[in-house]
């Protein structure tokens, strides 16, 4: 992806080149995802919320990978549920600016579409999910102000989506 392109273009780009079917709507200013739901007329479990995770294979390395967890607006990670299904023996959330630098997008921006910022990267970013995430779904679509809506089985299959019991 070109770091000239804006957060909606690698988002259009990157959901073109894998084949998903995505619609862009002007949200507006939210102070809370209930007020971003009402904006959209949805539910807040119907808006799905991507997190970033700094991630350990092992309690002693010092190297962190990061993937992203998708979870339903009602609800939060259970960090231990997450690490089991993933495999790693630590897990945590990451800063907004580590968050930023593995994605290329800003919190409340972030989705799995051309997240894949890390200087000279192209590899997209594990994606993990809770399994109770499904039909129509709203996310941040890489700028603020706008969501994204799309079929949650085109994108769990367009990023090899692993799903599980990961909510609480």
Do not use: C
């Not at 807040?44 to 992203?68: G, H, M, N, W």
Request: aromatic residues 6%; proline residues 5%.
């Amino acid at each position: 992806m070109s770091a000239d392109l804006t957060g909606r273009e690698r988002v259009a780009a990157d959901a073109a080149a894998r084949g998903v079917d995505l619609e862009f709507v002007e949200r507006g200013p939210a102070s809370s995802l209930e007020e971003a739901a009402a904006n959209l007329g949805l539910e807040p479990r119907e808006i799905v919320k991507t997190l970033v995770a700094k991630a350990k294979r092992t309690q002693t390395t010092a190297d962190s990978e990061y993937v992203l967890a998708l979870i339903p607006g009602d609800k939060a990670v259970d960090w231990a549920k997450l690490r089991k299904l993933a495999g790693y023996k630590k897990m945590s959330m990451a800063s907004p600016d580590e968050s930023y630098a593995a994605t290329g997008y800003r919190p409340g921006t972030i989705n799995p579409f051309g997240a894949a910022a890390l200087e000279g990267s192209t590899t997209p970013l594990p994606v993990y999910a809770d399994e109770s995430i499904s039909g129509r779904i709203a996310m941040g679509a890489g700028e603020p102000h706008l969501s994204l809506l799309v079929d949650s089985a085109e994108l769990f299959a367009a990023f090899q989506v692993v799903t599980g019991d990961i909510g609480k």
